[in-house]
């Protein structure tokens, strides 16, 4: 028989039997559950017969295949993967052996002419590149963003034109943190927008927080140097919580703003898919006439803005430190696509750029949805994962000044500043100015730079003449038309604002020196459960800080924002509560900026339903598919791992923890199993009344302190009275079947938490 024949029946026969075993593993399971690493389900003996490459998991995406000057090549996305059934070297050669170095006999030397062993460890050696100095620890995505048509008459761009889409990267990031890092860190967060639109990439580099630390750019290395971990011991990683941080902010006030916004919950989100996103600053934004508005970006997360409590964080930092990651992959491969409205604020262009007397550019003051409404421009779907983090989510570059024609920037200091580093800081990561030509950087529209050479040059460049004007290669490329109407020919020219006659100085306006109102704002805009939250939040890193004098010094500053909010920090800190030093000023609250809202979508929730194997199971099975019908996801927590009554066990009372769920089911009533020992589990020493498992115990009682919503029936409500959980606490659903309890907890959930569960003193 011919071999190719042969074996070309060899591949389709395993491929026949890998589609057989996850046709009977989804029988089997009935509702997927998402984190299964490959395609299809591994054999549990090593594959031995040749077949080709598997193709990516349906929940990966990967930067379209065109050319490093932006040819659509028409090639599939998996161009790009290994094509060979074979192991080959970097230039195709097959290899026989890749376990065993070329040696002088079994037990000699290994050779100097081993060019297999040379390669591969040569390549291994210089697998990294230097880590983002801020925001290196990220997670990205694929998606699309549809406009909606109603930011026409404010700007020409053409990706907000109704129902035009256009393909997007999104990276999600901490700030402080290196990549190796915890995602549930007190932290800012970034959330930047690769647009890939039809007139060049659009970069909207955005952070969960709507204002900065500083209103200058170059005071952006000391922020930063003070923000990083000390630099004799290289502690504390990836938090604020120490004396560089706050001796820098409570000198430097204008960081009191942001300050007073990473000590509230934004400061630790739920989930990248329960973040705002804001540009930060003011944009300049020119219509098809040539008429300039300033407008601010806002990212508006369908499920609403969700916050984790300061317990869970810390617990999750141990239990899964890639938390945050894992929620958006698991969501988007659930097929829970995270979705956010993009919208705007929009003022007039007056000469002074002040908007109800609050300074457009003064990245420390927002401008308060009250006073300027955000207006919904267009919607971001979060559709696809990465198919290789390193080459999509690591190399990607943003830059605020990837701009395209009807987009400009303002005289913002911190701004112009970001301007020049973006650029300057990808020569070094990515290793030379090529960084654009990396496959998720390329645009997807034709380039003709006249840029040559350099490291990593993707293209071949024809022609002889780099350079204008040239006649040697027919005057190519040519100047685009100035004619803003016509979207065919139209280029990106700087909106003529006139700059008024001045001296140059080393100042900033007096409108900059306002360091309070806003922060105070902020704090008489939180509910009472929110204002408890950032007392905590402040008096826990004020607590980890050594030296007094910082300490006394930030309560001066928080003084200056709300008496009461500096005597409960001082309390917790055990030191007297200053006098201000300055008038208080109360701005109207803006309802707009609490957390504390709903009802809100219940997608990619995760739901816990406690299962006892000896119990009652009745209507687990069809409560589970309620559950994924209703775009969450179940996971069966119980004893042990494997399958009960035909069910798959997710999590075990070892493996489980409380923060992996937004509402916890009680179905059961499980003794302690045979593992729930204190010397094996640490969680098994947790009290827990006569009968019931500690560890359901302690993940029913911490559901209850961070005010998640609780429902039991049956068996279960032993297990509630086991665990000293009352029935009559709010959020806590009792009733007879476990459809009727899942009907109110549906109802309760969209709020996030049980907000009345627990009393508040401010």
């Known amino acids: 028989m011919d071999p190719k024949q042969t074996a070309k029946a060899a591949k389709d026969k395993i491929e026949e039997a890998a589609g057989a075993v996850a046709d009977k593993a989804s029988a089997m399971t009935g509702p997927t559950v998402p984190g299964a690493p490959g395609p299809v389900p591994a054999p549990v003996e090593e594959p031995t017969a040749p077949k080709a490459p598997l193709p990516p ?24 993967a290994q094509q060979s059934a074979y192991l080959t070297n970097s230039t195709g050669t097959r290899l026989r052996d890749t376990d065993h170095s070329l040696k002088a ?38 998606g699309v963003f549809e406009g909606y048509g109603s930011a026409e008459s404010v700007t020409m761009a053409g990706l907000f034109a109704k129902g035009k889409e256009t393909p997007v990267f999104v990276r999600f990031s901490t700030v402080l943190g290196s990549r190796g890092s915890a995602d549930t860190v007190r932290d800012t967060r970034g959330f930047a927008t690769k647009f890939y639109t039809d007139e060049g990439n659009w970069d909207l580099v955005a952070n969960n927080i709507p204002v900065f630390f500083i209103q200058d750019g170059i005071k952006f290395p000391d922020v930063i140097h003070a923000g990083k971990p000390h630099p004799d011991r290289e502690i504390p990683q990836a938090q604020s919580a120490h004396d560089t941080f706050w001796d820098f902010v409570s000198l430097h ?54 916050s984790l409590t300061w317990e869970e964080a810390q617990l999750i930092n141990g239990i899964d430190p890639d938390f945050h ?32 007397g609050i300074d457009l550019l003064d990245p420390t003051k927002i401008v308060p949805e009250e006073l300027a409404p955000v207006q919904p421009i267009g919607k971001l779907t979060l559709n696809a994962n990465p198919t290789n983090f390193f080459a999509e989510v690591e ?60 490291f990593h040059q993707h293209a071949v460049h024809s022609g002889v003449a780099p350079y204008k004007p040239n006649s040697l290669d027919g005057g190519c490329p040519f100047a685009a038309g100035a004619d803003l109407s016509d979207e065919q020919t139209r280029a990106f020219v700087e909106a003529a604002v006139k700059v008024a006659e001045a001296s140059k100085v080393r100042d900033l306006p007096a409108s900059f020196d306002d360091h309070y109102s806003q922060t105070r704002q902020f704090w008489l805009s939180m509910t009472p459960v929110e204002k408890e939250h950032i007392i905590r939040a402040y008096t826990f890193e004020l607590g980890k800080c050594y030296e007094q004098a910082v300490k006394e010094r930030q309560l001066q500053c928080l003084a200056n924002i709300d008496p009461v909010l500096c005597q409960e920090v001082a309390t917790g800190l055990g030191l007297p509560a200053p006098e201000p030093t300055v008038p208080l000023v109360d701005l109207d609250p803006s309802p707009a900026l609490s957390q504390v809202k709903g009802p809100f979508p219940p997608d990619g929730r995760m739901v816990g339903i406690v299962v006892d194997p000896s119990g009652d199971l009745s209507g687990v099975d069809a409560l589970r598919r309620t559950i994924h019908d ?87 409500l032993d297990a509630l009275t086991a665990a000293g959980i009352s029935d009559d606490d709010a959020g806590v659903i009792t009733g007879d079947s476990a459809a009727e309890v899942f009907g109110q907890v549906q109802e309760e959930m969209g709020f996030h938490r049980v907000w009345n569960r627990f009393a508040t003193t401010v």
Not at 332 to 356: C, H, K, N, R, T
Not at 400 to 409: E, Q
């Open 630 to 716: 209703a775009g969450m996801v179940a996971l069966l927590i119980g004893p042990h791992g494997g399958m009960i009554e035909g069910m798959p066990v997710q999590r075990t009372f070892a493996t489980g923890r409380s923060v992996e769920v937004d509402v916890l089911l009680v179905a059961g009533s499980p003794v302690p199993a045979p593992d729930a020992l204190a010397n094996r589990d640490d969680k098994a020493g947790a009290p827990a009344g006569p009968g019931l498992d500690p560890r359901v115990a302690l993940m029913i009682q911490e559901c209850h302190r961070h005010a998640k919503v609780i429902g039991a029936w049956g068996y279960g």
């Open 105 to 142: 006999g079994e037990r000699g030397p290994t050779l100097l002419q081993d060019h297999h062993l040379r390669e591969k460890i040569t390549h291994f050696d210089h697998e990294r590149i230097p880590e983002r100095v801020v925001h290196a620890r990220g997670a990205g995505a694929h």
């Open 253 to 306: 006030t204008e960081a009191q703003h942001h300050t007073m916004w990473n000590m509230s919950d934004r400061g630790i989100p739920r989930s990248y898919r329960m973040m705002e996103g804001f540009g930060v600053h003011t944009f300049r934004l020119v219509n098809a006439e040539g008429k300039t508005s300033l407008a601010k970006f806002h990212w508006k997360p369908k499920l609403g803005v969700h």
């Open 325 to 356: 990651r894992r929620d958006l992959y698991d969501a988007i491969e659930s097929g829970a696509f995270p979705e956010w409205e993009l919208g705007i604020q929009v003022f007039p262009d007056e000469p002074d750029q002040m908007f109800a």
């Open 395 to 454: 190399q990607i570059a943003f830059h605020v000044g990837h701009l395209v024609p009807g987009i400009d920037v303002t005289d913002d200091p911190l701004l112009q500043t970001r301007l020049f580093s973006y650029v300057d800081t990808q020569l070094s990561r990515l290793g030379g100015p090529n960084y654009n030509q990396i496959p998720v950087n390329r645009p997807h529209v034709p380039t003709n730079d006249m840029f040559r050479d350099g």
């Open 57 to 80: 998991k349906p929940d990966q995406g990967a930067p379209a295949t065109g050319t490093a000057t932006g040819a659509p090549t028409g090639a599939p996305p998996t161009a790009r």
